[in-house]
């Protein structure tokens, strides 16, 4: 792979992270030509850090490292694009993403509003902050077996209405068994993003 390393300030070239399960962008680091080597020698990415003034390998304190799927160059080979599975939140918020923890300006909407990853970064935020007042931290706070309970619950409901319901009452009982099913994965310590991982497994085995 050719990168222009010329081009870039004192050697550096931007490098866009994306999440390689649900393509969200992660961050945006720098890299110099040792920095890609070592990225691409150990399949995890290590950025130039800039204020640091040497290597840095993201997650080396956190532990939350940056696993590299597929590296991409932009058509001028002057920017990179890596696709990694994270290990963690990449931001040092404790948020997924960097760009989460900052400002957002909203000139249109879009035509998705809200997506199931939307929903489960709610869920997230409201149990990690220990919301009081909210549904969604009173549930988990009832243990395991009540939100697996919930989602058995849920789930007949929604076979029922599959068969004899109207469609809306399928699609709103629908709704509420996913809801609860994201609640439960975070009770259990895990994410769409394990889940996605687990079904890609299968598929690559057929």
Not at 47 to 66: A, I
Request: proline share 1%; charged share 30%.
């Amino acid at each position: 792979m050719k990168l222009n390393w010329n081009k870039g300030e004192n050697g550096l070239l931007p490098v866009i992270v994306q999440d390689a399960t649900n393509k969200q962008v992660l961050m945006l680091g720098y890299m110099n030509e040792e920095a890609f080597e070592k990225t691409t020698s150990e399949k995890r990415v290590t950025f130039y850090s800039r204020s640091k003034k040497r290597l840095w390998t993201k997650g080396e304190s956190s532990e939350n490292y940056l696993d590299v799927v597929s590296i991409s160059t932009d058509c001028d080979s002057d920017s990179i694009l890596i696709q990694a599975n994270p290990q963690g939140p990449t931001c040092h918020t404790g948020k997924t993403s960097c760009f989460e923890a900052g400002e957002e300006v909203r000139f249109r909407e879009s035509e998705n509003k809200f997506t199931i990853n939307d929903l489960e970064k709610t869920i997230h935020q409201r149990i990690d902050d220990q919301v009081e007042g909210s549904y969604t931290y009173s549930l988990i706070q009832k243990g395991i077996n009540k939100v697996a309970q919930k989602v058995g619950e849920e789930a007949v409901e929604t076979v029922i209405d599959a068969i004899n319901g109207k469609e809306e009452d399928f699609i709103y009982e629908a709704g509420d068994l996913m809801y609860h099913y994201l609640v439960l994965l975070k009770a259990k310590g895990y994410s769409l993003h394990d889940i996605e991982a687990e079904l890609a497994k299968r598929h690559l085995k057929k």
